[in-house]
């Protein structure tokens, strides 16, 4: 039976004579029927079992239980011994069960049987089995690796699990042999890591205090609702009201702006101009933490404004450069200049930062994309991030810590198994144009380390030949990257490309084999390591669920049986890798099939938790496997504070750097190996600061896309607290909740602009509405709404699919999106220095028609 586009979505069933098992066997109910409530009354009390998990709803991996009724998951909640999300999940959680029987996943793997690629182009799917599926992925893989040409094998991953998924991005393309291979991470958060990386030496998530903060300072951030640790938050939240101050610097009201004590409406993107006149008030009135920073010689503050002051007057304890950063860019910022830049009033700038003072060294500023991911969003996560360091909240009591860790065993080397073809073929030059002199892309300070996801596309145009084969697994970057538009021209021109998904979408329909993926959360096997509220930990995810589809853990199950195929034509690296070097460690059993592969896996990496010969420091003592799965996590100890105090930080000063040598001593070896200077590396990758600027925490004006007269509004993204990482849009409850996010709508899809703009243009509540940027035009409807700043204008990211199931776009089969995808007006650039897509800070001016 061959299976149309038209019915694809219908008919993804175990065979071609049980093809309708998903839609078309369904009721004629409304597709809000899940909300409404049985009829018959629930067994009392519920026969079942609480199955430990992890949950992968945002970066938080909060560890969860999930109660299992005859094999099926019913409900879920967060587990109770953890000490992170304290038995609770957020409303991304509870969507589990919809999103994992979402009766429009991929149900069998599929083949292309229409060559033709393109928006709208039926692919003509049909059924095939695991088998043909394989063995015509590792056919096209032979070929490359007979022609010489194994480095055009390209892999990227989207949300993948932090162990097993180096048996997929850490062996497949080392052992087969490419260097390209990409993870998703650019397009989310690097840039806002440059902050504490450039500064304190740690290029990674924070950890807050907030069950001590006086003083909680969310910037660029929604931690009520999108960012991470959101049970958490939600739990020490009123606390945190009641005894101190909340701060919430975002354009748009969001749900903790609306609860906080003071919001400040930012222009976006000048987030810098903002953190330097708070600096300048913190310093010019004697705020700053004396205990961490430093003082004055004499002890008298020479912090006034526009005047220098003397290095040598001032000593430090635990910082490196204040003075250096004071005369070269704090001294003339003053809360008037602060106004001017971000349109925040000056006395509102002064009575926030005196605030921070009052609180410190309890003080959270937490800072989160908004600020930091936009095409100069380096110094601005540097500047956000310097706040913490003048207030003394490093590491501190009530503060912003670093992440720590749980002990977990590492995979077998690789090494004898990588011949001299692999060698070779890894040592070529990357697609994403890391390290090129325009793209420094320097993660953990070092040129060319960092990723730059969204440019992968880029070079696939460029060099039309480069990939041949193309593997993607929980992967849809023709939606969720900007200029999206650029993924679709690229993936149509591929010549062989899998995608390995649990839901079809946007990227899927250019592919020419689909392999059903395990939804992790509930069918698959991995260890998921994470921290949050002090305390670091280990969560498993395991086969909590009987898989009601024909479905395989890409990471590990297809790993192998793709190894096994792979053999079978002559090369047996990959497969002897697998089997040779992995063992049960109780047992001592190796692998024979490809579900045993993956619970040894997850076994072999957890065992030093459940297999200690001493007792580990932090939850009681785990008796064996069997335990482990039971209890699901292992958590570390507290936190140890002041762990970078003392000359402990990983920079090259080993102090907290306001004047960044890491950045300085990165810019300088990139720009030597192009034989030029720092200032012509800036220029060329399109920042503003010159000299000895370049170095410290400092205010970039903004760059935009779209000038003034033409695209007078500037447009600005967020996420909805009910975004599973974008994969949640054809779940009935992300529709029918959709108004949780404030000014927002259920089952549809509106652009926020205040009043005062509609008024201006013409334009009233509900209008319909094109959104044009200089990159695409889109259209939802208009809300006017007094929660977004005048001049700017917000929209969730989230809807405009067509092709994501029946849910998600307003009609499958004409392919009519439900609104429309912000990035396909999102212009497709980046912050340069560390590679990151730019998404946040208002880089992008669009016009509002009326339809």
């Given amino acids: 039976m061959k299976l149309t586009r038209r019915i694809f979505i219908m008919a993804t069933g175990i065979s071609a004579g049980s093809l309708m098992v998903g839609c078309a066997g369904m009721s004629a109910a409304p597709l809000h029927s899940a909300l409404v409530p049985r009829k018959a009354k629930p067994s009392s009390p519920a026969v079942g079992d609480w199955v430990a998990s992890t949950c992968q709803g945002c970066t938080q991996w909060c560890a969860i239980q999930i109660f299992v009724q005859g094999?099926?998951?019913?409900?879920?909640?967060?587990?109770?011994?953890?000490k992170t999300n304290h038995g609770y999940v957020c409303p991304r959680g509870h969507m589990i069960p919809q999103q994992m029987y979402d009766p429009d996943r991929i149900k069998v793997p599929m083949k292309r049987t229409n060559p033709l690629k393109g928006r709208g182009i039926d692919p003509k799917f049909v059924p095939i089995s695991w088998d043909e599926a394989l063995n015509t992925v590792a056919d096209k893989m032979m070929a490359l690796r007979a022609a010489g040409e194994t480095h055009k094998l390209m892999y990227m991953r989207g949300r993948y699990s932090p162990t097993s998924t180096e048996l997929l991005y850490g062996t497949l393309p080392k052992i087969f042999g490419t260097g390209n291979y990409f993870s998703h991470s650019a397009i989310c958060a690097e840039a806002e890591k440059m902050g504490p990386g450039l500064t304190q030496g740690f290029f990674g998530y924070r950890d807050y205090d907030l069950a001590n903060t006086n003083c909680l300072v969310a910037w660029g951030c929604d931690p009520l609702a999108s960012n991470r640790m959101v049970p958490n938050t939600m739990n020490r939240f009123p606390d945190i009201v009641k005894r101190g101050t909340v701060i919430a610097v975002d354009p748009r009201l969001s749900n903790i702006a609306a609860k906080a004590h003071e919001w400040l409406p930012i222009s976006p993107g000048t987030d810098g101009a903002l953190a330097g006149a708070i600096a300048h008030v913190l310093l010019t009135e004697g705020l700053w933490s004396r205990e961490f920073v430093g003082d004055f010689k004499d002890g008298k503050n020479l912090f006034v404004a526009g005047k220098?002051?003397?290095?040598?007057?001032?000593?430090?304890?635990?910082?490196?450069?204040?003075?250096?950063?004071?005369?070269?860019?704090?001294?003339?910022?003053?809360?008037?200049?602060?106004?001017?830049?971000?349109?925040?009033?000056?006395?509102?700038?002064?009575?926030?930062?005196?605030?921070?003072?009052?609180?410190?060294?309890?003080?959270?500023?937490?800072?989160?994309?908004?600020?930091?991911?936009?095409?100069?969003?380096?110094?601005?996560?540097?500047?956000?991030?310097?706040?913490n360091g003048l207030l003394g909240s490093i590491d501190a009591e009530g503060g912003v810590w670093q992440s720590g860790s749980v002990p977990l065993a590492k995979f077998p080397k690789l090494d004898k198994y990588v011949d001299e073809q692999a060698k070779t073929a890894s040592k070529g030059k990357k697609l994403d144009g890391r390290g090129a002199k325009d793209m420094p892309a320097m993660m953990g300070a070092k040129p060319g380390s960092g990723v730059v996801t969204n440019n992968v596309a880029n070079g696939m145009l460029k060099d039309p030949g480069a990939v041949k084969v193309f593997i993607s697994s929980w992967s849809n970057f023709a939606f969720s990257a900007t200029g999206a538009q650029r993924w679709e021209k690229a993936l149509a021109a591929v010549p062989f490309f899998v995608h390995m998904v649990p839901n079809a979408s946007e990227m899927t329909m250019f592919a020419d084999i689909v392999l059903p993926s395990t939804f992790n959360s509930a069918e698959g096997w991995s260890i998921v390591t994470n921290m949050g509220n002090g305390h670091a930990y280990a969560s498993i995810q395991q086969g909590a669920v009987k898989r009601l589809w024909d479905v395989k853990q890409e990471e590990t199950e297809v790993m192998w049986l793709l190894a096994e195929k792979l053999k079978a034509r002559g090369f047996a690296n990959l497969f002897d890798y697998y089997a040779n070097e992995f063992k049960d460690p109780e047992t001592g059993k190796a692998p024979t099939t490809a579900?045993?592969?993956?619970?040894?896996?997850?076994?072999?990496?957890?065992?030093?938790?459940?297999?200690?010969k001493e007792p580990l420091k932090g939850d009681a003592p785990i008796n064996g496997?069997?335990?482990?799965?039971?209890?699901?996590?292992?958590?570390?100890?507290?936190?140890?504070?002041?762990?970078?105090?003392?000359?402990?930080?990983?920079?090259?000063?080993?102090?907290?750097?306001?004047?960044?040598?890491?950045?300085?001593?990165?810019?300088?070896?990139?720009?030597?190996?192009?034989?030029?200077?720092?200032?012509?590396?800036?220029?060329?990758?399109?920042?503003?600061?010159?000299?000895?600027?370049?170095?410290?925490?400092?205010?970039?004006?903004?760059?935009?896309?779209g000038n003034l007269a033409d695209f007078p509004l500037t447009f600005i993204d967020y996420k909805s607290r009910l975004n599973r990482e974008g994969r949640s849009q054809n779940t009935p409850w992300y529709q029918e909740f959709k108004k949780v996010d404030p000014g927002d709508v259920s089952w549809g899809d509106v652009v926020k602009m205040n009043p005062v703009d509609g008024a201006k243009l013409g334009l009233k509540n509900g209008d319909n509405v094109t959104i044009t940027s200089v990159t695409g035009t889109i259209s939802c409807q208009l809300k006017l709404w007094e929660g977004v700043r005048p001049g700017t204008v917000a929209k969730c990211y989230g809807q405009g699919h067509w092709a994501y199931g029946r849910v998600a776009a307003k009609d499958f089969v004409k392919v009519i999106p439900r609104g429309g995808n912000n990035n396909e007006i999102l212009v497709d650039d980046y912050d340069r220095l560390s590679g990151a897509t730019a998404r946040n800070g208002g880089f992008t001016g669009v016009r509002i028609q009326k339809v």
């Fill in 71 to 82: 094999g099926r998951a019913t409900r879920v909640r967060g587990n109770p011994l953890s």
């Fill in 308 to 387: 220098t002051v003397d290095e040598a007057a001032f000593v430090e304890k635990e910082t490196h450069g204040l003075v250096k950063w004071w005369n070269l860019e704090l001294k003339d910022h003053t809360p008037a200049w602060g106004e001017k830049e971000s349109l925040i009033p000056a006395a509102q700038i002064v009575r926030v930062a005196r605030a921070m003072g009052k609180a410190a060294p309890k003080v959270t500023v937490w800072m989160g994309p908004g600020a930091a991911m936009h095409p100069r969003g380096t110094y601005s996560a540097m500047a956000v991030h310097a706040l």
């Fill in 595 to 612: 579900l045993e592969f993956s619970e040894i896996a997850t076994k072999m990496t957890s065992a030093p938790l459940w297999m200690a």
């Fill in 625 to 705: 496997w069997a335990d482990f799965k039971k209890k699901g996590m292992f958590s570390g100890p507290r936190y140890t504070l002041k762990k970078g105090w003392g000359g402990k930080f990983n920079t090259p000063t080993k102090k907290f750097e306001f004047y960044s040598e890491s950045l300085k001593n990165g810019l300088l070896e990139h720009a030597k190996k192009y034989e030029t200077t720092v200032d012509d590396i800036l220029t060329v990758s399109g920042y503003t600061a010159r000299g000895e600027l370049a170095f410290v925490p400092h205010y970039e004006t903004v760059k935009r896309h």
